[in-house]
């Protein structure tokens, strides 16, 4: 009998821990801040995973409360110590950037290679720093590879850095016309970088056939976001074009 009243209370933390997380996430949505540390504390504290990894980006942003990398990162490790693959990332990141913590790529490695269990993040970050060499030995073969992988499950990073070696042929053959594919997949998702870089290919008729007016509205989209690239190649074809022209395409782009 003490045990069957044991498994229930168990089971209730956690479906109250669930119910905490989910609440917290929807006050998120909604920048009610106060409430989604409210709610993300209570279900941390019962020892759901997917809060305290929530509750660490709060810290490490300073969402709600005053920023601060050190409760940041003992948040992603509670949820790390339980296989959360993006608590782990978070770490990997962490250490890559010196977030909080002195810059070390060979724990980075570790944590992203802890991550990659079909985890779009920590395959993005394997290949981020086998791309770079940063705690590894440089290979843009292993970096295409797992760039790759995340790429197809849809993650925008690295469906652009997929794109860069294809465009410039590292650890891959080189293709322009593939680069450009993955570069306007990532840059469907929102990603500033891949808008700024599908612009500039229209405009250059790289990998696409020219074309100024897509050109025109890409480079828009990702000068929207502040990329300095884009509003620098921007403010270039402005200047070549006429007023006429300029509202034309403005129109079109629209």
């Known amino acids: 009998m003490r045990a069957f009243f044991a498994v229930i209370i168990v089971l209730s933390a956690g479906s109250m821990a669930m119910a905490g997380t989910a609440a917290g996430l929807a006050a998120f949505r909604n920048h009610d801040y106060a409430t989604a540390y409210r709610e993300w504390k209570r ?3 019962a020892g759901d995973a997917d809060a305290q990894v929530n509750l660490g980006i709060m810290y490490a942003r300073g969402l709600g409360v005053d920023r601060d990398p050190g409760a940041a990162m003992q948040l992603y490790r509670m949820a790390a110590g339980q296989g959360n693959a993006q608590a782990q990332f978070r770490l990997g990141e962490m250490y890559a950037k010196g977030w909080g913590v002195s810059q070390n790529y060979v724990e980075a490695a570790q944590f992203f290679a802890a991550a990659d269990r079909g985890d ?4 993005y970050g394997i290949a981020s720093l086998y791309q770079e060499g940063y705690g590894v030995q440089q290979d843009y073969k292993t970096a295409a590879y797992f760039y790759k992988l995340a ?4 993650f925008a990073p690295a469906q652009f ?3 860069q070696l294809l465009e410039k ?5 080189r293709n322009k016309t593939e680069a450009f594919g993955w570069y306007m997949a990532a840059a469907k998702h929102g990603f500033a970088p891949a808008e700024a870089r599908v612009g500039v290919m229209y405009a250059k008729g790289e990998g696409v056939k020219a074309d100024s007016t897509q050109a ?3 480079l828009s989209r990702a000068a929207s976001q502040q990329d300095r690239d ?3 190649r921007l403010s270039e074809v402005r200047a070549h074009l006429s007023a006429g022209q300029l509202a034309a395409l403005q129109n079109s782009a629209r």
Not at 151 to 154: C, D, L, N, S
Not at 169 to 173: A, D, Q
Request: hydrophobic content about 30%; aromatic content about 12%.
């Open 169 to 173: 042929g590292h650890g891959v053959k």
């Open 230 to 232: 884009a509003e620098k």
């Open 151 to 154: 790429a197809g499950h849809g």
């Open 43 to 45: 279900a941390a504290d």
């Open 216 to 218: 025109y509205l890409w």
């Open 161 to 163: 850095g997929y794109a």
């Open 120 to 123: 779009d993040r920590g395959q």
